[in-house]
């Protein structure tokens, strides 16, 4: 499975953006997909996951009720609506295919991997 993240930019806090994770391989369709942040200075954070079926999510607690994640799997492509940003949320963001149904929030789970969007919210 090849990942290609798209859609980052720079925004004012309490704006929205919406990323796309394209892929690429008959994987996708039985892959959970997670999206990930990595902040200067930081370790990479878990932000949210779906099933290969699109009927479980989830989400770390400090994007719940602000981000939705979705899948499209006719169009291989993953989507992470980010609602009501904030500085903090500013990062590089990727995108990541895992094939076992474990690990929801630890990257050493994930099988592939796509390069990130950068998201910048100013103040």
């Known amino acids: 499975v090849q990942l290609q993240a798209s859609g980052g930019g720079l925004v004012q806090a309490g704006g929205s953006l919406r990323l796309s994770c394209a892929a690429s391989?008959?994987?996708?369709?039985?892959?959970?997909m997670g999206w990930f942040r990595q902040a200067p200075g930081k370790e990479r954070e878990f932000v949210a996951r779906?099933?290969?079926?699109?009927?479980?999510?989830y989400y770390a607690d400090s994007v719940k009720g602000r981000f939705t994640i979705s899948r499209d799997n006719a169009k291989n492509t993953v989507y992470l609506q980010m609602n009501n940003l904030r500085p903090e949320d500013t990062a590089v963001y990727s995108c990541?295919?895992?094939?076992?149904?474990?690990?929801?929030?630890?990257?050493?789970?994930?099988?592939?991997w796509g390069q990130g969007t950068q998201v910048t919210v100013s103040s």
């Open positions: 990541a295919a895992a094939t076992r149904p474990v690990g929801v929030g630890i990257p050493g789970f994930y099988d592939y």
């Open positions: 391989g008959r994987t996708f369709v039985s892959a959970f």
């Open positions: 779906i099933s290969w079926g699109g009927g479980t999510t």
